[in-house]
């Protein structure tokens, strides 16, 4: 900060007013005419303002009794303590002193937050090594969709739809290669692939939900790398 403006230890005790009259009276005048330092010292305020405006903490009911049972027997030792020493310096060698233990020992708190933090962690890290095992085993090819029975394009929304419900649901197969070819020629969320032929040409059924509808797909190519998007229908509610 530049030496002619103040430092912000002085502008905070100027704020507070512990500044000798004297260099309180600089401080006024610098601020007055010094846009930084002004600045500053409004914010210094406001922060000073807020705080004020906080409620106080409670203390603790077990620590407070705490408190009030030590300072009793700390002042009646001291009292005790004062009379025995005028003969003896060392009186009170020795002997055991009133301490206030361990703070928040009975006060009640999570038994098991330890355990808690720790199995979720355990938990996440399972999530994320089970999840990128996943991935690569889908994208080496070990997740591929199933193959069903062969359609025609002519009633492609009835057929796909009872070969979805035939298998009580098929599956999206997310990160698999059919998942990763589909998504490139389709459009909306895929809820469901399955390898059939389509018209005699091998193909995937892809089944994708929009806002509008639902409705299956047919892809060709994937196999050679060049997919592309063929008939498509809306599955029949």
Not at 6 to 26: K, T, V
Not at 55 to 74: F, G, Q, S, W, Y
Not at 158 to 175: I, K, M, N, V
Request: with cysteine; hydrophobic share 45%.
């Amino acid at each position: 900060m530049n030496a002619q403006h103040l430092s912000i230890d002085e502008l905070a005790d100027a704020a507070e007013g512990l500044l000798n009259p004297e260099r309180a009276a600089f401080a006024e005048s610098h601020i007055a005419n010094c846009a930084d330092c002004h600045a500053q010292s409004e914010a210094l305020r406001e922060v000073t303002a807020t705080l004020r405006a906080e409620p106080a903490p409670t203390m603790p009911d077990a620590v407070a009794h705490r408190l009030n049972d030590v300072v009793a027997v700390e002042s009646a030792q001291r009292a005790n303590g004062s009379k025995a020493a005028v003969g003896d310096g060392s009186a009170r060698i020795g002997q055991p002193r009133t301490t206030l233990g361990n703070f928040g020992e009975d006060l009640k708190r999570p038994a098991k937050s330890r355990w808690v933090l720790s199995a979720l962690a355990a938990a996440a890290v399972a999530l994320i090594v089970g999840l990128g095992a996943y991935v690569i085993s889908a994208s080496a090819g070990f997740n591929e969709p199933p193959v069903v029975a062969a359609v025609t394009s002519a009633d492609l929304g009835e057929q796909a739809r009872a070969l979805e419900e035939a298998s009580g649901g098929l599956s999206p197969h997310r990160f698999s290669q059919a998942w990763d070819c589909a998504r490139k020629v389709t459009d909306g969320r895929i809820t469901g692939l399955a390898s059939s032929t389509v018209d005699g040409t091998p193909a995937l059924l892809v089944y994708t939900k929009s806002e509008e509808s639902m409705q299956v797909t047919v892809v060709t190519g994937c196999r050679l790398g060049m997919p592309s998007a063929g008939p498509s229908a809306v599955l029949p509610g």
